[in-house]
């Protein structure tokens, strides 16, 4: 067993079940309902009370993790002896990242044998999500702390996320379409197929008619991407998994390969993308 922990936090949409099953920290993000001031962690609300509220109107708003929670989480692992390997959200979605920079600074100081690594994914939801499986692979497989670190940095530019959303409101309120685009989408049916750039923000790329045609534009933009013969597949849905199925199967039938995991896209993604969002990750030539 390597000397170091890998840890990440709730943007990579694992289970926390999947996560202690792998031996992962995690860091909490917290969401609360607009206009109140009580902030929950994704333990204490469950994913469809969460999408039933969003359904029934109700805003949700996000909260960075800030340096005291990287602190509180990793000083007891830094005093047992073990080095971190932090793999974070996307640097261009959350300044969770530069808080576990800023607490790996002041805990280094204060730990000056022990070491701290921290990786922005460039990633969120599912597609953090699968970078933090490499990491536990690697782990597992007996890389060092650098030699693990190094290798997802490699990866990082090469996670493709592509994903649709159900109803254009939300993506309308993050600023990523306009209120006229928005409004004018609805009416014709136009599901936007999005992914995350290089520089890991949310980025529209294509406009398609209907939920059928956004699933097959996916499948076609991971046949023209995919850098794995047999390529490793996790998808993630907003509260819709009978389209996640949907799009395995058509991944399955053409690369013979099922999903090493569909996830529920938690509160804390799922509050910017809405329910009915659909994801799709894998690693490609480029993202």
């Known amino acids: 067993m390597q000397n170091y922990e890998v840890f990440t ?13 792998w031996q992962v920290g995690c860091i909490d993000l917290r969401f609360r309902r607009d206009g109140e001031t009580t902030e929950f962690t994704q333990a204490q609300m469950s994913t469809p009370d969460f999408y039933a509220e969003m359904r029934a109107g109700t805003v949700f708003k996000t909260s960075a993790a800030n340096e005291d929670d990287f602190v509180k989480a990793f000083s007891p692992v830094l005093e047992s002896g073990c080095d971190i390997l932090y793999i974070g959200f996307s640097l261009g979605l959350s300044s969770t990242v530069n808080a576990g920079i800023s607490a790996a600074e002041k805990l280094q100081a204060a730990f000056p044998e022990r070491r701290v690594e921290v990786v922005s994914s460039l990633a969120a939801s599912a597609g953090q999500g699968l970078l933090v499986w490499y990491t536990v692979k690697n782990r597992d497989a007996g890389m060092t702390l650098d030699e693990n670190a190094a290798d997802i940095r490699e990866k990082v530019p090469h996670m493709c996320h592509w994903f649709t959303v159900e109803d254009l409101k939300y993506l309308k309120r993050g600023g990523r379409v306009s209120a006229a685009s928005a409004l004018l989408g609805t009416a014709l049916n136009i599901k936007p197929v999005l992914h995350v750039d ?14 059928r045609m956004s699933l097959n534009t996916m499948l076609a933009r991971m046949k023209e991407l995919h850098s794995e ?3 490793v597949y996790f998808i993630s849905h907003g509260d819709c998994i009978d389209d996640a199925r949907m799009l395995e199967e058509k991944v399955t039938e053409e690369f013979g390969v099922t999903a090493a995991l569909i996830t529920d896209i938690g509160p804390v993604i799922g509050a910017h993308s809405g329910p009915g969002t659909l994801a799709l990750f894998f690693l490609g030539v480029n993202k």
């Not at 943007?11 to 999947?18: G, N, R």
């Not at 290089?198 to 008619?209: A, E, N, R, S």
């Open 9 to 21: 936090d709730t943007a990579c949409d694992i289970s926390p079940e999947l996560l202690k099953e």
């Open 198 to 211: 290089d520089d890991g923000h949310l980025i529209p790329i294509h406009k398609v008619i209907g939920r």
């Open 229 to 231: 013969e047999t390529p």
